[in-house]
């Protein structure tokens, strides 16, 4: 950062004497003639003042290039993004902290590195990241990002208050930005370009949201009754169906997989076995898509097409380990145990040997 250099080559650009410039801050010539030979610098009070009088920012005669900087920060994002989208969160997370030991106030890659911590299961170097943010940015959108990385961290540790206190923080969905954008946009040519590159994310989100709603209705405690819940899930699983038509549901199914799972134990409960049975291979189906996926490919459903949605969060035990355990253990599939189509299941699961 050469100050200095900075305020010779501004000065001079603009043909101002050093004369005149000591004029307009109220110093001597003397202190501007040590300024450009960079044996003082002047104080950071008349750092605005400088700016004003060469018309640019103060980045600009420290020598900060904002675009640069930007474009760089932007790049170390970029380079994370290819660990996150392998669910490497580990190589993410180092590219992030290397990044911030560079720009060591960028709340962008604060955010990001945050986000990747919680997944790596460290949830207080996330949460000191996450409070930095929210005390220091104001960027309305990184501090939405830190508040809803807060929000998951405190609930997931079991601060519930605190989660939920954090949570009546962050504006009504209905003041979101993509929610706007949809409102606002209109139809003609003109907007047809920011319409594709808007709408089929905005689409896929409240898919997924709206997926979630009917499967939190179902919930026995809300007191619908069973033909009603069957219903909702039903109706849950049709709404991911519908939208992800060509079958690319990709991180998005393991929504339809939970719909299924909970139609199942119903069924289960019923001895229905048809049903039964085809929620139990639905199930498998979008556990073994959700797992298996590639992160770097996009949607081509219409809807949704061009959205790429990135990696999917692994867990201890995938998906369908799960499913075959409780296919193995659990005595409520006793009633079709040795139907074809149940062995069918548990051979697409990974385990041909099953015992009869």
Same mark, same amino acid.
């Given at each position: 950062?050469?100050?200095?250099?900075?305020?010779?080559?501004?000065?001079?650009?603009?043909?101002?004497?050093?004369?005149?410039?000591?004029?307009?801050?109220?110093?001597?010539?003397?202190?501007?003639?040590?300024?450009?030979?960079?044996?003082?610098?002047? %104080?950071?009070?008349?750092?605005?003042?400088?700016?004003?009088?060469?018309?640019?920012?103060? %980045?600009?005669?420290?020598?900060?290039?904002?675009?640069?900087?930007?474009?760089?920060?932007?790049?170390?994002?970029?380079?994370?993004?290819?660990?996150?989208?392998? =669910?490497?969160?580990?190589?993410?997370?180092?590219?992030?902290?290397? *990044?911030?030991?560079?720009?060591?106030?960028?709340?962008?890659?604060?955010?990001?590195?945050?986000?990747?911590?919680?997944?790596? /299961?460290?949830?207080?170097?996330?949460?000191?990241?996450?409070?930095?943010?929210?005390?220091?940015?104001?960027?309305?959108?990184?501090?939405? =990002?830190?508040?809803?990385?807060?929000?998951?961290?405190?609930?997931?540790?079991?601060?519930?208050?605190?989660? &939920?206190?954090?949570?009546?923080?962050?504006?009504?969905?209905?003041?979101?930005?993509?929610?706007?954008?949809?409102?606002?946009?209109?139809?003609?040519?003109?907007?047809?370009?920011?319409?594709?590159?808007?709408?089929?994310?905005?689409?896929?989100?409240?898919?997924?949201?709206?997926?979630?709603? &009917?499967?939190?209705?179902?919930?026995?405690?809300?007191?619908?009754?069973?033909?009603?819940?069957?219903?909702?899930?039903?109706?849950?699983?049709?709404?991911?169906?519908?939208?992800?038509?060509?079958?690319? /549901?990709?991180?998005?199914?393991?929504?339809?997989?939970?719909?299924?799972?909970?139609?199942?134990?119903?069924?289960?409960?019923?001895?229905?076995?048809?049903?039964?049975?085809?929620?139990?291979?639905?199930?498998?189906?979008?556990?073994?898509?959700?797992?298996?996926? %590639?992160?770097?490919?996009?949607?081509?459903?219409?809807?949704?097409?061009?959205?790429?949605? *990135?990696?999917?969060?692994?867990?201890?035990?995938?998906?369908?380990?799960?499913?075959?355990?409780?296919?193995?253990?659990?005595?409520?599939?006793?009633?079709?145990?040795?139907?074809?189509?149940?062995?069918?299941?548990?051979?697409?699961?990974?385990?041909?040997?099953?015992?009869?």
């Amino acid at each position: 950062m050469n100050i200095g250099q900075n305020i010779k080559s501004l000065r001079r650009e603009q043909d101002i004497t050093q004369e005149q410039l000591a004029e307009y801050l109220c110093v001597s010539p003397q202190a501007v003639s040590q300024w450009e030979t960079d044996r003082t610098a002047p %104080d950071i009070s008349q750092l605005p003042i400088l700016a004003n009088v060469f018309g640019v920012t103060v %980045d600009r005669i420290l020598g900060i290039d904002v675009a640069k900087t930007q474009e760089r920060i932007k790049s170390i994002i970029d380079e994370s993004h290819e660990f996150y989208g392998k =669910s490497d969160f580990a190589g993410a997370a180092a590219v992030l902290e290397k *990044g911030l030991k560079e720009y060591p106030r960028s709340y962008e890659l604060m955010e990001r590195l945050a986000d990747n911590l919680s997944c790596l /299961g460290k949830k207080q170097e996330a949460v000191r990241l996450c409070e930095i943010i929210l005390s220091e940015s104001r960027n309305s959108v990184i501090r939405e =990002s830190a508040t809803q990385s807060l929000i998951f961290c405190r609930g997931n540790s079991g601060e519930k208050k605190e989660a &939920l206190g954090l949570i009546n923080t962050l504006p009504h969905v209905w003041s979101s930005r993509e929610d706007m954008l949809l409102l606002m946009l209109s139809d003609c040519d003109g907007d047809k370009e920011r319409i594709l590159e808007a709408v089929p994310e905005y689409a896929e989100f409240l898919t997924n949201r709206l997926m979630i709603c &009917l499967q939190k209705l179902s919930e026995p405690k809300l007191g619908y009754n069973e033909d009603e819940r069957i219903k909702l899930l039903r109706q849950s699983a049709a709404v991911g169906e519908t939208v992800f038509c060509d079958g690319d /549901g990709m991180f998005s199914a393991q929504f339809m997989r939970t719909a299924y799972k909970k139609l199942g134990d119903i069924y289960a409960a019923r001895k229905d076995s048809e049903n039964l049975l085809e929620c139990l291979e639905k199930e498998t189906e979008y556990a073994k898509e959700f797992e298996t996926y %590639d992160a770097n490919a996009v949607h081509t459903s219409p809807a949704v097409r061009g959205y790429r949605p *990135g990696g999917a969060v692994p867990e201890d035990e995938p998906e369908t380990e799960q499913i075959l355990k409780r296919l193995k253990d659990c005595e409520e599939y006793d009633f079709v145990r040795d139907s074809e189509r149940f062995m069918e299941v548990v051979k697409r699961l990974g385990d041909p040997k099953r015992e009869a």
